[in-house]
Protein backbone atom coordinates (compact mmCIF):
# COMPACT_ATOMS: atom_id res chain seq x y z
CA UNK A 1 0.00 0.00 0.00
CA UNK A 2 1.32 2.98 -1.22
CA UNK A 3 0.78 6.31 0.96
CA UNK A 4 1.54 10.03 0.39
CA UNK A 5 5.14 10.89 1.34
CA UNK A 6 5.27 10.45 5.00
CA UNK A 7 8.11 12.09 7.60
CA UNK A 8 6.29 10.05 10.70
CA UNK A 9 4.94 7.21 11.29
CA UNK A 10 2.60 6.49 14.65
CA UNK A 11 2.00 2.96 15.46
CA UNK A 12 -0.71 1.23 17.72
CA UNK A 13 0.79 -1.69 19.70
CA UNK A 14 -2.41 -4.11 20.41
CA UNK A 15 -3.71 -5.72 17.03
CA UNK A 16 -1.22 -3.89 14.99
CA UNK A 17 2.63 -4.76 15.81
CA UNK A 18 1.83 -7.31 18.28
CA UNK A 19 -1.01 -9.64 18.32
CA UNK A 20 -4.10 -8.90 20.62
CA UNK A 21 -3.33 -12.90 21.75
CA UNK A 22 -0.32 -11.39 23.58
CA UNK A 23 -2.07 -9.14 25.76
CA UNK A 24 -4.78 -11.57 26.64
CA UNK A 25 -3.11 -14.99 26.45
CA UNK A 26 0.51 -13.80 27.91
CA UNK A 27 0.12 -10.55 29.87
CA UNK A 28 -3.39 -10.81 31.43
CA UNK A 29 -2.59 -14.13 32.84
CA UNK A 30 0.65 -13.36 33.77
CA UNK A 31 -0.07 -10.72 36.27
CA UNK A 32 -3.36 -12.44 37.45
CA UNK A 33 -0.73 -15.23 38.61
CA UNK A 34 1.44 -13.21 40.15
CA UNK A 35 -0.85 -10.66 41.84
CA UNK A 36 -0.88 -13.33 44.93
CA UNK A 37 2.92 -12.78 45.27
CA UNK A 38 2.65 -9.02 44.57
CA UNK A 39 0.27 -8.67 47.41
CA UNK A 40 2.42 -10.16 50.05
CA UNK A 41 4.78 -7.04 50.35
CA UNK A 42 3.30 -4.47 48.30
CA UNK A 43 1.73 -1.06 49.08
CA UNK A 44 -1.89 -1.58 48.75
CA UNK A 45 -3.41 2.31 50.08
CA UNK A 46 -4.53 3.09 46.71
CA UNK A 47 -6.23 -0.46 45.49
CA UNK A 48 -8.43 0.08 48.96
CA UNK A 49 -9.54 3.39 48.32
CA UNK A 50 -10.49 2.43 44.96
CA UNK A 51 -12.23 -0.66 47.02
CA UNK A 52 -13.95 1.63 49.26
CA UNK A 53 -14.85 3.83 46.43
CA UNK A 54 -16.61 0.87 44.74
CA UNK A 55 -18.82 -0.42 48.20
CA UNK A 56 -19.97 3.24 48.23
CA UNK A 57 -21.05 3.12 44.88
CA UNK A 58 -22.78 -0.31 45.64
CA UNK A 59 -20.66 -2.38 42.92
CA UNK A 60 -20.92 -5.63 45.07
CA UNK A 61 -16.89 -6.20 45.07
CA UNK A 62 -15.67 -8.88 46.95
CA UNK A 63 -15.58 -8.04 50.81
CA UNK A 64 -11.50 -6.62 51.58
CA UNK A 65 -11.67 -9.11 54.22
CA UNK A 66 -11.76 -12.02 51.53
CA UNK A 67 -8.36 -10.07 50.91
CA UNK A 68 -6.94 -7.86 48.29
CA UNK A 69 -6.19 -10.62 45.74
CA UNK A 70 -9.70 -11.34 45.60
CA UNK A 71 -10.72 -7.39 44.42
CA UNK A 72 -7.87 -8.01 42.03
CA UNK A 73 -9.20 -10.63 40.35
CA UNK A 74 -12.72 -8.79 40.36
CA UNK A 75 -10.79 -5.59 38.46
CA UNK A 76 -9.76 -7.90 36.17
CA UNK A 77 -12.62 -9.69 35.28
CA UNK A 78 -14.57 -6.57 34.47
CA UNK A 79 -11.88 -5.43 32.91
CA UNK A 80 -11.84 -1.96 34.91
CA UNK A 81 -9.78 0.65 33.57
CA UNK A 82 -8.70 1.08 37.27
CA UNK A 83 -5.35 3.17 38.20
CA UNK A 84 -4.81 0.73 40.83
CA UNK A 85 -4.81 -2.24 39.18
CA UNK A 86 -2.92 -0.34 36.24
CA UNK A 87 0.15 0.35 38.76
CA UNK A 88 0.22 -3.30 39.96
CA UNK A 89 0.00 -5.10 36.82
CA UNK A 90 2.78 -2.50 35.46
CA UNK A 91 5.02 -3.10 38.23
CA UNK A 92 4.14 -7.46 38.05
CA UNK A 93 4.95 -7.04 34.31
CA UNK A 94 8.31 -4.72 35.05
CA UNK A 95 9.56 -7.90 37.16
CA UNK A 96 8.37 -10.06 34.83
CA UNK A 97 10.10 -8.48 31.74
CA UNK A 98 13.56 -7.98 33.74
CA UNK A 99 13.66 -11.46 35.09
CA UNK A 100 13.31 -12.69 31.06
CA UNK A 101 10.14 -14.68 32.14
CA UNK A 102 8.19 -11.92 30.01
CA UNK A 103 9.31 -11.11 26.58
CA UNK A 104 7.31 -9.11 24.14
CA UNK A 105 5.85 -10.16 21.33
CA UNK A 106 5.71 -8.54 17.79
CA UNK A 107 4.73 -9.64 14.43
CA UNK A 108 7.68 -10.94 12.22
CA UNK A 109 7.53 -8.17 9.11
CA UNK A 110 7.86 -5.05 12.44
CA UNK A 111 11.58 -5.38 13.09
CA UNK A 112 12.45 -5.47 8.58
CA UNK A 113 9.94 -2.76 8.63
CA UNK A 114 11.54 -0.88 11.48
CA UNK A 115 14.74 -0.85 9.86
CA UNK A 116 13.91 -0.17 6.57
CA UNK A 117 11.64 2.86 7.87
CA UNK A 118 15.21 3.90 9.85
CA UNK A 119 17.29 3.67 6.48
CA UNK A 120 13.89 5.84 4.87
CA UNK A 121 14.80 8.42 7.96
CA UNK A 122 11.47 8.23 8.92
CA UNK A 123 10.65 9.17 12.39
CA UNK A 124 8.99 6.33 14.13
CA UNK A 125 6.78 6.75 17.96
CA UNK A 126 4.08 4.48 19.16
CA UNK A 127 0.69 5.41 20.93
CA UNK A 128 -0.91 3.24 22.88
CA UNK A 129 -3.18 2.78 25.57
CA UNK A 130 -0.66 0.60 27.46
CA UNK A 131 1.62 3.00 29.70
CA UNK A 132 5.07 4.06 28.04
CA UNK A 133 7.14 2.05 30.57
CA UNK A 134 5.02 -1.17 29.14
CA UNK A 135 5.55 -0.01 25.86
CA UNK A 136 9.15 0.21 26.26
CA UNK A 137 9.65 -2.85 27.94
CA UNK A 138 7.48 -4.92 25.05
CA UNK A 139 9.89 -3.39 22.43
CA UNK A 140 12.89 -3.77 24.52
CA UNK A 141 12.78 -7.48 24.72
CA UNK A 142 11.46 -8.90 21.65
CA UNK A 143 12.21 -12.48 20.17
CA UNK A 144 13.78 -9.88 17.38
CA UNK A 145 15.99 -7.71 19.54
CA UNK A 146 15.59 -4.60 21.18
CA UNK A 147 13.34 -2.50 18.94
CA UNK A 148 13.73 0.51 21.02
CA UNK A 149 16.83 1.78 18.94
CA UNK A 150 13.85 2.56 16.12
CA UNK A 151 11.41 4.17 18.82
CA UNK A 152 11.83 7.90 19.04
CA UNK A 153 8.96 8.40 21.27
CA UNK A 154 6.15 6.94 23.05
CA UNK A 155 2.52 8.35 24.13
CA UNK A 156 -0.06 6.71 26.04
CA UNK A 157 -3.63 8.07 27.20
CA UNK A 158 -2.06 10.49 29.88
CA UNK A 159 -1.64 12.62 26.11
CA UNK A 160 -5.03 11.61 25.81
CA UNK A 161 -7.92 8.89 24.62
CA UNK A 162 -7.30 7.20 21.44
CA UNK A 163 -10.53 8.09 19.98
CA UNK A 164 -9.78 12.40 20.13
CA UNK A 165 -8.81 14.11 17.14
CA UNK A 166 -7.18 16.06 19.48
CA UNK A 167 -4.73 13.67 21.02
CA UNK A 168 -3.24 13.54 17.52
CA UNK A 169 -2.97 16.91 17.35
CA UNK A 170 -0.86 17.04 20.49
CA UNK A 171 1.13 14.07 19.03
CA UNK A 172 2.00 15.84 15.83
CA UNK A 173 3.38 18.57 17.78
CA UNK A 174 5.26 16.12 19.89
CA UNK A 175 6.95 14.78 16.07
CA UNK A 176 7.99 18.37 15.43
CA UNK A 177 6.53 17.35 11.80
CA UNK A 178 3.10 18.67 9.74
CA UNK A 179 0.11 15.87 10.53
CA UNK A 180 -0.15 15.68 7.25
CA UNK A 181 3.21 14.20 7.04
CA UNK A 182 2.32 11.96 9.67
CA UNK A 183 1.19 7.93 8.78
CA UNK A 184 -1.14 6.47 11.97
CA UNK A 185 -1.48 2.92 11.52
CA UNK A 186 -4.11 1.17 13.92
CA UNK A 187 -6.45 -2.11 13.85
CA UNK A 188 -9.34 0.58 15.07
CA UNK A 189 -11.05 2.53 12.45
CA UNK A 190 -12.74 4.86 15.63
CA UNK A 191 -8.85 5.70 16.25
CA UNK A 192 -7.82 6.08 12.63
CA UNK A 193 -10.73 8.29 11.99
CA UNK A 194 -10.11 10.31 15.21
CA UNK A 195 -6.43 10.69 13.53
CA UNK A 196 -7.32 11.69 10.07
CA UNK A 197 -9.09 14.48 11.53
CA UNK A 198 -6.17 16.07 13.05
CA UNK A 199 -4.93 15.99 9.49
CA UNK A 200 -2.94 12.56 9.67
CA UNK A 201 -2.83 9.95 6.73
CA UNK A 202 -3.94 6.43 8.19
CA UNK A 203 -4.28 2.84 7.44
CA UNK A 204 -5.88 -0.17 8.89
CA UNK A 205 -3.76 -2.95 10.08
CA UNK A 206 -5.68 -6.24 9.54
CA UNK A 207 -4.05 -9.09 11.21
CA UNK A 208 -5.00 -12.60 12.50
CA UNK A 209 -7.34 -12.43 16.02
CA UNK A 210 -8.60 -8.94 15.23
CA UNK A 211 -11.49 -7.78 15.96
CA UNK A 212 -13.81 -7.01 12.84
CA UNK A 213 -14.01 -3.16 12.10
CA UNK A 214 -17.10 -1.17 10.94
CA UNK A 215 -17.17 0.24 7.77
CA UNK A 216 -14.86 3.19 6.60
CA UNK A 217 -12.75 4.60 4.36
CA UNK A 218 -9.21 3.68 5.57
CA UNK A 219 -6.86 1.55 3.37
CA UNK A 220 -5.79 -2.08 4.66
CA UNK A 221 -3.02 -3.48 5.26
CA UNK A 222 -2.44 -6.96 6.41
CA UNK A 223 1.32 -6.85 6.96
CA UNK A 224 3.97 -3.84 7.45
CA UNK A 225 5.60 -5.40 3.94
CA UNK A 226 2.26 -3.64 2.45
CA UNK A 227 3.81 0.03 3.41
CA UNK A 228 5.76 1.83 0.77
CA UNK A 229 6.51 4.95 2.16
MG1 LIG B 1 -4.90 -1.61 18.67
Not at 45 to 52: A, D, I, Q, S, Y
Not at 53 to 63: H, I, L, S, W, Y
Not at 124 to 139: E, M, N, P, T
Request: glycine content about 6%.
Amino acid sequence: MSVMPVRGILLDIEGTTTPIAFVYDVLFPFARRRAVEYVKDADLTELKREHEQDVVAGTNPPPWSAGPVQYIHWLMDKDRKSTALKNIQGKIWLEGYESGELRGEVFPDVAPALERWRQSHIDVRIFSSGSVLAQRLLFSTTTAGDLTKYIKGYFDTTTGPKGDPSSYRTIADAFHIPAGDILFISDVSRELDAARSAGMQTLLCVRPGNHPQPANTHDTITSFDNVVV
